[in-house]
Structure formats: C-alpha cells, structure tokens
C-alpha cells in the first residue's frame, strides 16, 4: 500500500504546523506579547521618593561650609609651625622635610664614554680623502689607525675626525664624548 506522494506531502505539513505550534506555545505564549527585557526585571516598583527634604537639608549644609585654615599650609606635608606665645602673626616657612622617596628610584646617571687611548695625530689618503685617526694603547701594543664608523675597545665608534678633537660615542649607550689630540712632550 504505497501512499501517494501528495498525501506524504500532507502529513509532513501537518506535523511541522503541530511542531510550529508547540514552539509558539512555550516560547512565546507564557510570557505574552511584551518584549524579554520588562519580564527578566520583574515587576516594576517606583522608589519612594516622596520625602527628599532631607538630602535637600544635607546638601545645603555642605554647601554652606567654609575653609577655615588652623595656619597650616594643607600643601606641605609636615608638622605646622609653631608660633610664639604674643600670638603675633609670624611668618610661616615651611618645614622642608628629610628626603621623601616616592616610588622606585632611578639608577645614577650613565657617565660618558671613556676613550681608553692617546689620540695623538691623523692624517688623510690621497686617492679618497678619508681622514683617519692614530690612537696609541696604553699598554704599549701598536699604534691603531681608524676613520670615522670604526668601532674600538669592542664598543666605541667613531663619529668624527677633527683637526683637534676626536669625538665617539658609546655603541650601547648611546652615551657621546670626545678627546682632545694630545702632542708629544717638547724634548
């Protein structure tokens, strides 16, 4: 007995409306046609606010105070001057206190960076023009001759060859100093 596929069609309709149905009922038929958020709140009660003359009262109170100072400066912290006995209006100075660490301290300040060589001449290449520096250990190992970007003693670069001065920086400090060309002694 092989039923029609129209009638099939019809009880697969029939079904889904009584499913459709079903869900109507139990999600929308208890709580009615309001929206979810007046029903999740409960029932709605005012505040009783019928009697506020007392903040009223409370708020005039605080907004009739007055500052009256005792002759203690409020913006330094310490104890407040004495004054002397006469009651004369002396003037106050206030008490500078003892060292008041506020937070983490910083580190001391990195010093600059120390050339550990006797910068004592330069000279130039003819075909480029690069000028180069001669720097002299003090240990007494040989004379080292750099230009301008070489980095020495691991960490120092040099920035400038001068006629006078050599300046560098230090490369992990970002630190910049400079020496002097130093002569030889006069024999």
């Not at 979810?36 to 009660?45: C, L």
């Not at 400066?73 to 006469?86: C, D, H, K, L």
Request: proline share 10%; hydrophobic share 40%.
């Amino acid at each position: 007995m092989a039923q029609p596929k129209q009638q099939k069609e019809l009880i697969l309709l029939v079904v889904l409306l009584l499913l459709a149905g079903f869900v109507w009922q139990f999600y929308f038929a208890k709580h009615g046609a309001s929206s979810g958020a007046a029903s999740v709140a409960g029932n709605y009660t005012p505040i009783n606010v019928e009697d506020y003359s007392f903040i009223i009262k409370e708020m005039r109170d605080a907004q009739s105070t007055e500052y009256k100072s005792a002759g203690r400066n409020i913006f330094i912290a310490g104890p407040a001057a004495v004054t002397p006995a006469g009651n004369k209006a002396v003037e106050v100075k206030p008490a500078t206190p003892g060292r008041l660490l506020v937070g983490p301290t910083l580190p001391p300040e990195i010093p600059p960076p120390q050339l550990g060589m006797k910068f004592f001449g330069y000279g130039t290449t003819q075909p480029s023009g690069v000028r180069r520096a001669f720097l002299e250990p003090p240990n007494g190992d040989p004379v080292l001759i750099v230009q301008e970007g070489d980095v020495v003693q691991n960490h120092i670069r040099i920035t400038h060859i001068g006629n006078d001065r050599i300046e560098y920086e230090d490369t992990v400090t970002g630190k910049k100093n400079s020496s002097n060309l130093e002569l030889p002694p006069a024999a």
